[in-house]
């Protein structure tokens, strides 16, 4: 099984340099007194398409050749993959063809289409995912991108973490929210090169935690169906990431739903930005001492900021 | 009438730069896009207590000789200048006290009070908060520091655009807010001796549009009472401050409520920043074509972001 190495993440970083924006790296005066340590987030909420997943997509996107490239790629997803491969793809001006459930929220599917990608609706079960998209590949050409099972996807999203530590070199710790666990793979591929010693930790919901239960019995364990808040995390790990976080990764963490609330408020009063549910659940795992953070130099990567402003989880 | 000078400007930089931010600049390509120009926002949202103001009453602290800083600062505000002035206090280690009225929000009493300074209730009226502030600084000799009517508050509102300058130094036009015109007054100073040839414009509600009719008349024309949504800006120009953009500003143009609502949205929804109504201002003024900004390089400052998240204006 194919997993990336250091070299295809610095491969990747050059390869989206002119198309992904180089985030900042904010800090919280009340966040680091509430959690007795120095907090420093990685904010891929301001990155294209409001998500790292463009970091992936995009790498995916621009690796191919031109034949490959000419013919498309697809993928199903009613999540931020969708919009970041839709963007990658018009890029580099190939169509992108997205499998999405027939009862994904419209706003979500006209999100997908206002990037020009197709969009393909189906039943809205996993068997109904799968074939149509297999249909849509047979029919087209397209090359599948999975938003995490993927060697450029991983490559692509561990390019974050080496901006992180290129502006704060000294981290004792990196925390990523983990559902695929392309991020968390790619963090802890990246991580661990640039500084052996260095902690690399996930951070999961309580009601998703395959991750968890995977990672400390040692087998793959994928999830049961779950409605967790944090809904970019309701996908298991792929036999693929769950290797890379099995021999790379440090721990796994698990969080309550209204830790996941309670923080992702926290973040928008007292940071003034976005961010989506999935992204408070690092944020809660310090704060909630899951982790022992105290004096320590934490880096967070905030994965997203795309939120329905009509229906907060606090309303 | 005393008004700051350039030089004022960059030592106001060099005393502030260990305490605030260096607030990022950032684009957003959707909102080129609408536009048909490029804009570059200057997140003050992202400045220590969440506004620009955090750079005037932080100059205005360091600025005072030890004797008299020993006593004190006091203004009346029941906004950010209120929680900037204590903040600034606190970092230098002195009082601060803050008259605010009664039925001031009990959450910016407390956010006050969070930054340490003695808050002194009065009835809500212009007149009883004045009295009440000279008793108090006739009691404690400290040095009351006006929101924007003060030259080192406006001295140190300018070192915004100097940085803003400095990263986007080809920049056409800069658009901000105005209310009291302290922020207004710092940029025009700061901009037009950077860059000459560029225009500074005032965007301001037009349900309070003081700035507006005292530019376009040549005379100082303070607010009647105002209750326009964008809080912030519910304040007139002083006497100093219509001077200084009396002389150097190049236009004031005005915008509606319902635009002010529709383009906070717009920024939360397609920036995942959160922004006050006051920083949808200049934004409406781009989005109505209130200012003809097609193909120029436009740099709005966003000057802050501290909202009730239990009331956004669109539900």
Redesign the interface.
Known sequence: MKTPNYSNILEAADRIALHAHKT?V?TS?SSNQKAETELFFKCE??Q?V?AFKFRGASNAVFSLSDEDASKGVATHSSGNHAQALALSAKLRNIPAFVVMPRNAPPVKIAAVKGYGAEVILCEPTQAARESTLEKVVADTGATFIHPYDNVNVIAGQGTAAVELLSEVPDLDIIITPVGGGGLLSGTAIAAKHIKPDIQVIGAEPQLADDAYRSFKSGKHIPLEKTDTIADGLRTSLSERTFSIIHDKVDDIVTVSEASIIRDM?WI??R?????ETSCAVPVSAVFDKKIDVKGKKVGIIITG??VD??K?P??
Do not use: A, H, V, Y
Not at 271 to 275: E, G, L, S
């Open positions: 900042p904010f005066d909420n301001f294209k409001g408020k928008w009063e940071m003034n930005m976005i961010i900021g795309n402003l009509s907060l606090w309303q």
